[in-house]
């Protein structure tokens, strides 16, 4: 019977990269909470939000991405199994690199769109400047 309210598959992905890190269920300490912000009268009278603890390092997750507590115990779980899988091998997971590269992306798409304003100003000063009142030849 499934625990969780995703595809077996994904189930079947969760528990085994528990076991490749070699997470057991009862290490976990699961809690749950009411969720504050958007999501109407559920998130305010249902407790969907998951806090995850996992005791042997202490490593807390809070998880109210979804509006149902199942799927955010899923989430919990996925979250702390890939920051613990981080810290152990001392990488970057692919999300954090895609968002430093979309991150350093915009920073030089501001860049030249800065530039590019500041040119189009100094053209078109360029051009208001053009249009100074004409003087005749006798006035000084």
Known sequence: MPRFPVSPAKEKQLI???QRLGIREEDLAETFVR???AGGQNVNKTSTCVVLLYQPT???IKCQTARSQGLNRFLARRLLLDRIEQERLGTRSAEQQRT?????QKRRRSRRA???????K??????KSL?????SGNEE
């Open 122 to 127: 100094r053209h078109r000063s360029d051009k």
């Open 114 to 120: 800065r530039n590019k304003m500041l040119a189009d």
């Open 58 to 60: 202490g490593l807390k």
């Open 100 to 104: 430093e590269k979309i991150r350093r």
């Open 131 to 135: 249009r100074a009142a004409v003087r």
């Open 35 to 37: 969720s504050s912000g």
């Open 16 to 18: 085994e990269q528990m």
